[in-house]
Protein backbone atom coordinates (compact mmCIF):
# COMPACT_ATOMS: atom_id res chain seq x y z
CA UNK A 1 0.00 0.00 0.00
CA UNK A 2 1.43 3.52 -0.94
CA UNK A 3 1.25 6.04 1.13
CA UNK A 4 -1.08 7.87 -0.55
CA UNK A 5 -3.93 4.87 -0.07
CA UNK A 6 -3.00 5.09 3.05
CA UNK A 7 -3.84 8.76 3.26
CA UNK A 8 -7.08 8.48 1.62
CA UNK A 9 -8.31 5.55 3.67
CA UNK A 10 -7.31 7.05 7.18
CA UNK A 11 -9.75 10.19 5.88
CA UNK A 12 -12.02 8.40 4.48
CA UNK A 13 -12.35 5.97 7.66
CA UNK A 14 -12.48 9.83 9.52
CA UNK A 15 -14.98 10.73 7.45
CA UNK A 16 -17.17 7.53 7.95
CA UNK A 17 -16.92 7.95 11.29
CA UNK A 18 -17.42 11.78 12.12
CA UNK A 19 -20.36 11.96 9.39
CA UNK A 20 -21.95 9.06 11.36
CA UNK A 21 -21.43 10.80 14.75
CA UNK A 22 -23.16 13.97 13.13
CA UNK A 23 -26.79 12.01 13.54
CA UNK A 24 -26.26 10.17 16.65
CA UNK A 25 -24.65 12.49 19.15
CA UNK A 26 -27.36 14.09 21.30
CA UNK A 27 -25.77 16.96 21.85
CA UNK A 28 -25.87 19.60 19.05
CA UNK A 29 -22.58 20.91 19.96
CA UNK A 30 -20.91 17.72 19.38
CA UNK A 31 -22.68 17.33 16.32
CA UNK A 32 -21.83 20.33 14.81
CA UNK A 33 -17.99 20.09 15.24
CA UNK A 34 -18.26 16.54 14.18
CA UNK A 35 -19.74 18.07 11.03
CA UNK A 36 -16.81 20.30 10.99
CA UNK A 37 -14.12 17.26 10.91
CA UNK A 38 -16.48 15.38 8.06
CA UNK A 39 -16.11 18.75 6.12
CA UNK A 40 -12.05 18.68 6.55
CA UNK A 41 -12.15 15.06 5.97
CA UNK A 42 -13.65 15.70 2.53
CA UNK A 43 -11.31 18.56 1.62
CA UNK A 44 -8.50 16.23 2.76
CA UNK A 45 -9.91 13.87 -0.05
CA UNK A 46 -10.29 16.91 -2.93
CA UNK A 47 -6.65 17.59 -2.21
CA UNK A 48 -5.80 14.15 -2.88
CA UNK A 49 -7.48 14.65 -6.39
CA UNK A 50 -5.72 17.65 -6.76
CA UNK A 51 -8.41 20.04 -6.28
CA UNK A 52 -7.25 22.60 -4.08
CA UNK A 53 -9.71 25.25 -5.35
CA UNK A 54 -13.00 23.08 -4.21
CA UNK A 55 -10.73 21.64 -0.68
CA UNK A 56 -10.01 25.73 0.36
CA UNK A 57 -13.55 26.94 -0.58
CA UNK A 58 -15.00 23.62 0.95
CA UNK A 59 -13.11 24.84 4.48
CA UNK A 60 -13.29 28.76 3.78
CA UNK A 61 -17.21 28.72 3.14
CA UNK A 62 -18.43 25.94 5.20
CA UNK A 63 -15.86 25.26 7.99
CA UNK A 64 -15.23 28.74 8.45
CA UNK A 65 -18.23 30.28 7.86
CA UNK A 66 -21.77 28.20 7.85
CA UNK A 67 -20.55 26.01 10.75
CA UNK A 68 -19.74 28.98 13.17
CA UNK A 69 -22.64 30.30 12.49
CA UNK A 70 -24.61 27.32 13.14
CA UNK A 71 -22.64 26.98 16.09
CA UNK A 72 -23.60 30.18 17.20
CA UNK A 73 -27.56 29.56 16.87
CA UNK A 74 -26.69 26.55 18.77
CA UNK A 75 -25.76 28.05 21.23
CA UNK A 76 -27.57 31.12 22.15
CA UNK A 77 -30.88 28.68 21.11
CA UNK A 78 -31.92 26.96 24.36
CA UNK A 79 -32.78 23.71 23.11
CA UNK A 80 -34.12 20.84 25.28
CA UNK A 81 -32.07 18.01 25.16
CA UNK A 82 -34.47 15.43 26.32
CA UNK A 83 -36.69 16.87 23.91
CA UNK A 84 -34.27 15.49 21.47
CA UNK A 85 -33.56 11.98 22.53
CA UNK A 86 -37.16 11.47 22.86
CA UNK A 87 -37.96 8.83 20.17
CA UNK A 88 -34.29 7.77 19.02
CA UNK A 89 -34.51 4.17 20.18
CA UNK A 90 -38.23 3.85 18.31
CA UNK A 91 -37.09 5.59 15.26
CA UNK A 92 -33.74 3.85 15.09
CA UNK A 93 -34.99 1.00 13.05
CA UNK A 94 -36.31 3.80 10.33
CA UNK A 95 -33.02 5.26 10.38
CA UNK A 96 -30.95 2.44 9.78
CA UNK A 97 -33.30 1.22 6.88
CA UNK A 98 -33.01 4.33 5.11
CA UNK A 99 -29.24 4.69 5.66
CA UNK A 100 -29.31 0.94 4.60
CA UNK A 101 -31.02 1.71 1.22
CA UNK A 102 -28.92 5.02 0.51
CA UNK A 103 -25.38 3.06 0.91
CA UNK A 104 -27.11 0.05 -1.16
CA UNK A 105 -27.93 2.90 -3.94
CA UNK A 106 -24.31 4.09 -3.40
CA UNK A 107 -22.76 0.90 -4.25
CA UNK A 108 -24.94 0.59 -7.33
CA UNK A 109 -23.99 3.71 -8.88
CA UNK A 110 -20.86 4.59 -8.20
CA UNK A 111 -19.34 0.86 -7.43
CA UNK A 112 -16.46 -1.17 -9.01
CA UNK A 113 -18.85 -1.97 -11.63
CA UNK A 114 -19.16 1.22 -12.82
CA UNK A 115 -16.15 3.05 -11.24
CA UNK A 116 -12.51 1.69 -10.90
CA UNK A 117 -9.37 1.55 -12.20
CA UNK A 118 -10.84 -1.15 -14.01
CA UNK A 119 -13.46 0.85 -15.78
CA UNK A 120 -11.65 4.58 -15.49
CA UNK A 121 -8.26 4.79 -16.27
CA UNK A 122 -5.98 6.67 -13.63
CA UNK A 123 -6.02 10.40 -13.93
CA UNK A 124 -2.10 11.60 -15.12
CA UNK A 125 -0.31 13.97 -12.66
CA UNK A 126 -0.11 17.55 -13.51
CA UNK A 127 3.16 19.82 -13.18
CA UNK A 128 3.39 22.17 -10.05
CA UNK A 129 2.20 25.52 -12.23
CA UNK A 130 -0.93 23.67 -13.60
CA UNK A 131 -4.01 25.69 -12.23
CA UNK A 132 -7.07 23.29 -11.17
CA UNK A 133 -9.03 26.87 -10.38
CA UNK A 134 -8.52 27.75 -14.53
CA UNK A 135 -9.55 24.85 -15.66
CA UNK A 136 -12.28 24.83 -13.25
CA UNK A 137 -13.07 28.33 -14.63
CA UNK A 138 -12.78 27.24 -18.46
CA UNK A 139 -15.18 24.32 -18.18
CA UNK A 140 -17.63 26.10 -15.92
CA UNK A 141 -18.11 29.04 -18.07
CA UNK A 142 -18.06 27.04 -21.95
CA UNK A 143 -19.54 23.46 -21.47
CA UNK A 144 -21.60 24.02 -18.52
CA UNK A 145 -22.40 27.65 -18.90
CA UNK A 146 -26.24 26.95 -19.50
CA UNK A 147 -26.38 24.41 -16.47
CA UNK A 148 -24.88 27.19 -14.74
CA UNK A 149 -27.32 30.05 -15.51
CA UNK A 150 -29.69 28.06 -15.40
CA UNK A 151 -29.00 27.07 -11.51
CA UNK A 152 -28.25 30.92 -10.92
CA UNK A 153 -31.31 32.19 -11.80
CA UNK A 154 -32.71 29.38 -9.54
CA UNK A 155 -31.03 30.63 -6.51
CA UNK A 156 -31.97 34.01 -7.59
CA UNK A 157 -35.39 33.13 -7.62
CA UNK A 158 -35.30 31.32 -4.31
CA UNK A 159 -33.80 34.35 -2.70
CA UNK A 160 -36.43 37.01 -4.01
CA UNK A 161 -39.25 34.33 -2.40
CA UNK A 162 -37.40 34.17 0.57
CA UNK A 163 -37.65 37.57 1.33
CA UNK A 164 -40.46 38.04 0.37
CA UNK A 165 -42.15 35.22 2.65
CA UNK A 166 -40.28 36.68 5.52
CA UNK A 167 -41.44 40.65 4.52
CA UNK A 168 -45.13 39.39 3.97
CA UNK A 169 -47.71 41.49 5.72
CA UNK A 170 -48.72 40.62 9.12
CA UNK A 171 -51.54 42.06 11.53
CA UNK A 172 -49.67 42.74 14.12
CA UNK A 173 -46.94 44.27 12.23
CA UNK A 174 -46.53 48.23 11.38
CA UNK A 175 -45.41 49.53 8.32
CA UNK A 176 -44.84 52.66 6.87
CA UNK A 177 -46.27 54.01 3.23
CA UNK A 178 -43.70 56.63 2.22
CA UNK A 179 -46.44 57.61 -0.36
CA UNK A 180 -49.09 58.41 2.12
CA UNK A 181 -46.41 60.28 4.14
CA UNK A 182 -45.47 62.51 1.27
CA UNK A 183 -48.94 63.24 0.52
CA UNK A 184 -49.91 64.44 3.83
CA UNK A 185 -51.50 67.70 4.69
CA UNK A 186 -51.10 69.92 7.76
CA UNK A 187 -55.06 69.37 7.94
CA UNK A 188 -54.46 65.83 8.23
CA UNK A 189 -51.73 66.38 10.86
CA UNK A 190 -52.39 69.90 13.07
CA UNK A 191 -55.73 71.05 14.86
CA UNK A 192 -55.84 74.20 16.60
CA UNK A 193 -58.35 74.00 19.70
CA UNK A 194 -59.48 77.40 20.96
CA UNK A 195 -59.08 77.78 24.38
CA UNK A 196 -61.27 81.04 26.44
CA UNK A 197 -59.56 82.22 29.34
CA UNK A 198 -60.38 82.14 32.59
CA UNK A 199 -59.70 84.05 35.77
CA UNK A 200 -58.14 87.51 35.57
CA UNK A 201 -54.57 88.37 35.89
CA UNK A 202 -52.74 88.25 39.03
CA UNK A 203 -51.71 91.41 40.76
CA UNK A 204 -48.54 92.17 40.63
CA UNK A 205 -46.84 92.79 43.76
CA UNK A 206 -46.28 96.66 44.73
CA UNK A 207 -42.78 97.88 44.63
CA UNK A 208 -41.21 98.94 47.67
CA UNK A 209 -40.00 102.29 47.35
Not at 6 to 19: C, E, I, N, T, W
Not at 28 to 54: D, K, N
Amino acid sequence: MSFEQFVFYLFSAAMLGSALMVITLRNPVHAALSLVLTFVSGAALWLLLEAEFLAITLVLVYVGAVMVLFLFVVMMLDVNLARLREGFVKLLPVGVLAALLVVGMMIYVVGPANFGLDQVAEPAGHPADYSNTRELGLVLYTVYVYPFEIAAVILLVAIIAAILLALRKRPSSKQQNPDLQIAVRKEDRLRIVQVAAEGSQAARPEEKG
